[in-house]
């Protein structure tokens, strides 16, 4: 390990970045990469684009930082003003935050402010699923079910209740079955005791784009509405018309009480997300409590807004989020050509530009790869040398087993890129790469 810099994963040398392009990066020895992964699934409009960082630059030369409980900006306000139509949300109140950790954060305990300006100051549980992530700070990780991410911290924190979680390739089940879970949990711990509960509308990194049974959202909001439970929608990955609507949730017309987002609100060019109520929570909040008691320095921050209001006027007019669903289905269609009979492809998923390839040693059985062999990163390692940056993940199958390959493009891609990264990708997840 060189320098003064250290990093998540030590084991390997980074190439230095040059710049970025469309979807395209280059290191400064001339290589070009496909940006095959958005990030991770964080660059929706692509790199290099001159009016965000100019809007970024006019309230930088402005004003670079305010405090959020000193002034407001206009940048923040005309986001504000613009992204709430588009939310699930009636008359929708933002929270802008640094990150989708923060948000998450947030989130939950928002949602514990909500219940006790109702009344209930008895709810405080959070109800998640089992290999969902949501997070690095603690109260998103105790909602997380991800294995290899919790377990050094057990020991630090106060657990969350986890459920199954849909897993049609490996577990299927019906949407009432896979609700029914929640009610149980509910009715185990007490439902005056429930605060929320948590769950991607389509599986994050941690499944690799897992979406539920149609009838599975209706169920779980029929169910929240039973017993007094808030429903937030973690939209940090699936959100910002990555799945082809603006948010995964739209798929199935529910409404959320709190959405959480944050990897494409500004597309990688500036630390941004929020957390999104319904105007009336916020306002209960107000009338009861007198103020939402949380914060963060760097909340509501003008040049973030700036950013992300300049990804937000691309997106509209280009269309971005009609091309992800038209894209995202020929990408979908190009991976099923091309590794559906694959020996050691066992499932294709995805939705919009967000596309998983699980790994399994034998059809029949499903049978995973043992973590030992690490799959997953050397398929991306073999990719990268090839010029193609993909996402991986590993633990899919029981927590600790089980390989992801995960595409999440940015939502400027064409078919013809597509065309090009997958078969960039086949030549990397060859016969010889499983060897050894």
Not at 12 to 24: D, F, K
Not at 37 to 44: A, E, I, Q
Request: net charge negative; charged share 20%; with cysteine.
């Amino acid at each position: 390990m060189n320098g003064h810099v250290f990093y998540r994963k030590m084991g390997h040398a980074r190439p230095e970045v040059s710049h970025g392009e469309g979807i395209y990066l280059w290191d400064t020895n001339g290589k070009r990469y496909i940006d095959g992964s958005g990030g991770p699934l964080v660059v929706n409009v692509g790199h290099g684009r001159s009016e965000i960082t100019a809007a970024m630059q006019e309230q930088a030369q402005k004003a670079a930082y305010v405090h959020a409980t000193m002034f407001t900006s206009g940048a923040l306000e005309q986001y504000a003003a613009e992204i709430a139509p588009l939310l699930p949300l009636p008359n929708a109140r933002i929270y802008p935050l640094s990150s989708g950790s923060e948000v998450v954060e947030g989130a939950i305990k928002l949602a514990r402010q909500i219940q006790m300006a109702r009344g209930e100051n008895g709810r405080y549980r959070i109800i998640s699923r089992s290999q969902s992530y949501h997070g690095t700070t603690f109260g998103a990780l105790a909602a997380s079910g991800r294995v290899g991410m919790r377990t050094p911290y057990l020991p630090m924190m106060q657990d969350g209740i986890h459920i199954q979680h849909p897993y049609p390739y490996r577990h299927p089940a019906s949407g009432a079955e896979l609700a029914a879970r929640l009610e149980e949990a509910i009715l185990a711990a007490g439902p005056s005791s429930v605060a929320a509960f948590i769950a991607e509308p389509i599986s994050g990194a941690g499944l690799g784009a897992i979406a539920p049974p149609d009838d599975y959202w209706p169920r779980l909001r029929n169910i929240c509405d039973r017993y007094g439970v808030l429903l937030i929608a973690d939209e940090v990955l699936v959100g910002m018309g990555r799945t082809g609507q603006w948010w995964g949730i739209n798929h199935w017309n529910v409404q959320p009480d709190i959405l959480v987002t944050a990897k494409g609100v500004a597309g990688g060019y500036f630390p941004t997300g929020f957390i999104a109520a319904k105007g009336e929570d916020v306002q209960l909040i107000h009338e009861k409590l007198g103020d939402f008691n949380h914060g963060g320095t760097f909340s509501h921050h003008a040049v973030g807004a700036a950013a992300a209001l300049a990804t937000l006027h691309i997106m509209q007019r280009e269309n971005l989020v009609e091309n992800a669903a038209r894209v995202g289905a020929y990408l979908g269609q190009k991976l099923q050509h091309t590794f559906s009979e694959h020996p050691y492809v066992g499932d294709v998923r995805g939705r919009g530009l967000f596309w998983a390839l699980e790994l399994v040693q034998d059809w029949e059985t499903k049978r995973p790869f043992p973590a030992s062999k690490k799959l997953a990163p050397k398929l991306h390692k073999l990719a990268f040398e090839q010029g193609l940056i993909v996402y991986y993940s590993q633990g899919v199958a029981d927590g600790k087993n089980g390989d992801l390959i995960m595409l999440g493009p940015p939502l400027i891609t064409t078919e013809a890129q597509v065309d090009e990264m997958v078969g960039v990708l086949e030549t990397a997840v060859t016969e010889e790469a499983f060897s050894g």
